[in-house]
């Protein structure tokens, strides 16, 4: 990969998977696309850091403080130099090619926030099936590069720096899940659009380092906190009900509680989306199955590919 004239920065977001994250690095190198690399360690544990400075000098590596969650991604944006960031998984890759075509959709689509690749996954290069449901978006795309959005996938998009930094970038206290949801309302009220490009690629091989429990709790709670932040009263109650409902009964409780344990943050952020958001929600909603399904983005997508 060569950084002459580089429109994109690559962020990848890693934690205590040192092996994993050396991978998709030293794939990253390989891409004839013209991108730079910053690598942001949350915080990890396992020698992550040095090992990526010693094997790949040229590659910028932030060190955070703790582990930051999705809001670790703020600091390789705000050191980027580019006018695009592609955001990248310590097990996702973009693929050959890819990040030049999305720099020239974003230089010929000015009002565009948001690119979201198309995800292939695993061993048998399976379409994830978040793209079948970007694909079918009802919502109206005349002159996008794609279907229109009201979500993204965190990890398997790019985007424009500026509407990044003009929406504030990720909220630390959502840490990780459904952190993608708060910021495409938040693009959405701007003014800026996003599209589901399936000509841009990105590759997910999936982590077996994960808590899955903790993820849907994590979910549910961050859910319910953008809804209350963003949704209209009314709204906001039925996604409650709908998202404490969709948990196995054993979760709920928790669920709760740790929605309710922020409310005085949440309280004191609330900026109801303006209608037109509220209709796009609306559209997006109506055909939406009652759980909240991994990898499905809509008005409140779930945890990026990890």
């Excluded at 991108?35 to 850091?49: E, F, K, L, R």
């Excluded at 859910?223 to 196995?248: D, K, M, N």
Aim: aromatic share 6%.
């Amino acid at each position: 990969m060569t950084a002459a004239d580089a429109r994109v920065t690559v962020v990848v977001l890693t934690h205590n998977r040192r092996e994993e994250v050396l991978r998709t690095v030293a794939g990253l190198r390989a891409l004839p696309d013209r991108a730079h690399i910053c690598v942001v360690d949350n915080g990890s544990t396992d020698g992550t850091a040095q090992a990526l400075r010693t094997a790949c000098p040229n590659v910028r590596v932030i060190t955070a403080d703790g582990n930051a969650g999705a809001a670790g991604r703020n600091l390789g944006v705000n050191g980027a130099a580019t006018p695009y960031v592609a955001f990248c998984d310590d097990d996702t890759c973009w693929q050959a090619h890819a990040l030049d075509r999305a720099a020239d959709i974003l230089d010929r689509h000015p009002s565009m926030a948001v690119l979201c690749a198309q995800v292939r996954v695993g061993p048998g290069n399976r379409l994830d099936p978040a793209c079948e449901s970007m694909a079918a978006s009802p919502l109206p795309s005349g002159g996008l590069p794609g279907k229109a959005l009201l979500g993204f996938l965190a990890g398997a998009s790019v985007m424009r720096v500026q509407a990044f930094l003009g929406v504030g970038g990720y909220r630390p206290e959502f840490f990780i899940g459904a952190e993608e949801a708060l910021m495409a309302l938040d693009f959405a009220a701007a003014g800026w659009r996003m599209a589901y490009c399936p000509e841009i690629i990105t590759r997910h091989d999936p982590s077996p380092r994960r808590d899955a429990a903790g993820r849907r709790r994590l979910l549910a709670r961050n859910q319910i906190w953008t809804a209350w932040l963003r949704f209209p009263v009314r709204e906001a109650c039925a996604e409650t009900v709908r998202i404490v409902r969709s948990l196995p009964p054993a979760a709920r409780p928790g669920a709760l509680r740790d929605a309710l344990a922020g409310w005085r943050w949440v309280a004191a952020q609330r900026r109801v989306a303006p209608p037109h958001v509220m209709q796009m929600r609306r559209a997006l909603a109506a055909p939406r199955l009652a759980s909240p399904a991994e990898n499905t983005p809509s008005a409140a997508p779930p945890p990026s590919p990890r």
